[in-house]
Structure formats: structure tokens, C-alpha cells
């Protein structure tokens, strides 16, 4: 159980596209749902926090109108890469907090989509 | 403010040798800490988590870690390495269950030589 899927894996795009990369928690409901972002050999640093049905909460510096989240339901939460640019290829990883009390406190990671914008 | 520091970008062990992988964390309240396991272009996997409870914690692949509150540390080990273990460690710290924002380490990459 607890697993997170995201889509697609790996993309590439021109840059000034917009890239809509999608988490989902498969089996079980997440009400929040966390965005990272990490460069290679690097570690994961935390973008954005997202709760279901409200505004996401942006780290300092990143930039809200670049990166759109959207946690439309409890299990599928969407980041929006706007007017992409070679500096915004990266890896990006989404993961899932549980709202079972039993396991509360416990993020589950996806496997991760690779951007290269070109 | 939550933080955590990993001596050792690479470590490199031999098959069947222990490993030892250490981690610190600065925090202002009593923290929850994690191990988390990345193979390459993957996400992550919770190999174990530290929640105040017992503070020698075992988890999966026959990892565990101890809390030393006194040292501040969250060391990681298992008796004896094999070659599935070789990826990057990242040790994770959290304020609390209710706000579940993770701060990582910068990692540690491990290496099993045959």
C-alpha cells in the first residue's frame, strides 16, 4: 500500500511551453501533498506544500506564478511549470502524507519526473 | 528551525562489511527523524523513522538507527553491506506530525565494492 505515481516520467519541451506534471496517490487519500525539486547530486529541497482544496504554501524564493500547484482532490495534486526555460530542467518529486492516524507523519514518495526544457 | 548534516558524501564499503552512514540534526524542538533511500532517477523510500518513541529504530532491508539525543545524532547501519545497498542516503528531520515539512541532508552516496 501507500503508493504515489507521477506522470509523465520524463519530459522534454521547448522553452516558454507550460509542463503539467501529475501526482497521484494510488491507495490511499493524501490530504497534503509536498513538491521538491532536485538538482543533480543534489539533495531534495522542499517548493511547495499543498493541501487539498486550499492554496498552495510556497517556500522562500520560489516563484507561485511559475510554478502552479493545484490539489484538486484527495488524491491528485498538479504542478504547472509556466514558460519553461533551460534553468528550470530538474528533477521534480511529489510525495503524500497520509491521513490515516495510524500513519500519520509519514510521506510517501513518487519515483520522480525528469524536466529538460530545451 | 530544523536542520541536518552528513559527514561523508561518499561512503564505500565492502560486501558484507558494516555500514555506517552518520547524520546530525540541529533542532528547537524535539524532532522526528528519517532515513530515506534513493536509487538512481527514482524517488525516495522510507527505510526508517525516529518518532520519540523507542530510540533504537529498525527498518526495512535490515537498516537501523539509533537516537542519541545527547550527541544529537541519527547514525544509520546494517551488520553487513550488500550490493542492492548501493545508492544515496538522505537523512530527513521534521518539526512535528502537524506540520509535516521535511528539511534533508545533502545526502550520502554509498558504494559496495565486490
Known amino acids: 500500500g501507500a503508493v504515489v505515481s507521477q506522470h509523465p516520467s520524463w519530459v522534454i519541451c521547448k522553452s516558454g511551453t507550460s509542463v503539467k506534471i501529475e501526482c497521484r496517490s494510488l491507495?490511499?487519500?493524501?490530504?497534503?501533498m509536498f513538491w521538491y525539486r532536485q538538482f543533480p547530486k543534489q539533495s531534495l529541497m522542499l517548493m511547495a506544500t499543498?493541501?487539498?482544496?486550499?492554496?498552495?504554501?510556497?517556500e522562500q524564493g520560489v516563484e507561485k506564478d511559475k510554478f502552479l500547484i493545484n490539489h484538486a482532490s484527495l488524491t491528485l495534486s498538479t504542478l504547472t511549470v509556466t514558460s519553461a526555460h533551460p534553468e528550470d530542467s530538474s528533477f521534480y518529486i511529489c510525495?503524500?502524507?497520509?491521513?490515516?492516524?495510524?500513519?500519520?507523519?509519514?510521506?510517501?514518495f513518487g519515483p520522480g519526473t525528469r524536466l529538460t526544457v530545451l | 528551525a530544523q536542520s541536518v548534516t552528513q559527514l561523508g558524501s561518499h561512503v564505500s564499503v565492502s560486501e558484507g562489511a558494516l555500514v555506517l552512514l552518520r547524520c546530525n540534526y540541529s533542532?528547537?524542538?524535539?524532532?522526528?527523524l528519517f532515513w530515506y533511500v534513493q536509487y538512481p532517477n527514482q524517488g525516495l523510500q522510507l527505510l526508517l523513522k525516529?518518532?520519540?518513541?523507542?530510540?533504537l529504530v529498525k527498518g526495512i532491508n535490515g537498516f537501523e538507527a539509533e537516537f542519541k539525543k545527547s550527541e544529537t545524532s541519527f547514525h544509520l547501519t546494517k551488520p553487513s553491506a550488500h550490493m542492492s545497498d548501493a545508492a544515496e542516503y538522505f537523512c530527513?528531520?521534521?518539526?512535528?506530525?502537524?506540520?509535516?515539512?521535511?528539511?534533508f541532508g545533502t545526502g550520502t552516496r554509498l558504494t559496495i565494492i565486490p
Open positions: 530527513a528531520v521534521s518539526a512535528n506530525f502537524g506540520n509535516e515539512k521535511l528539511t
Open positions: 525516529y518518532t520519540s518513541a523507542a530510540t
Open positions: 491507495d490511499f487519500q493524501a490530504t497534503t
Open positions: 499543498s493541501n487539498e482544496g486550499s492554496k498552495a504554501t510556497y
Open positions: 510525495s503524500a502524507r497520509e491521513g490515516v492516524a495510524v500513519r500519520v507523519g509519514t510521506q510517501y
Open positions: 533542532s528547537s524542538v524535539p524532532p522526528y
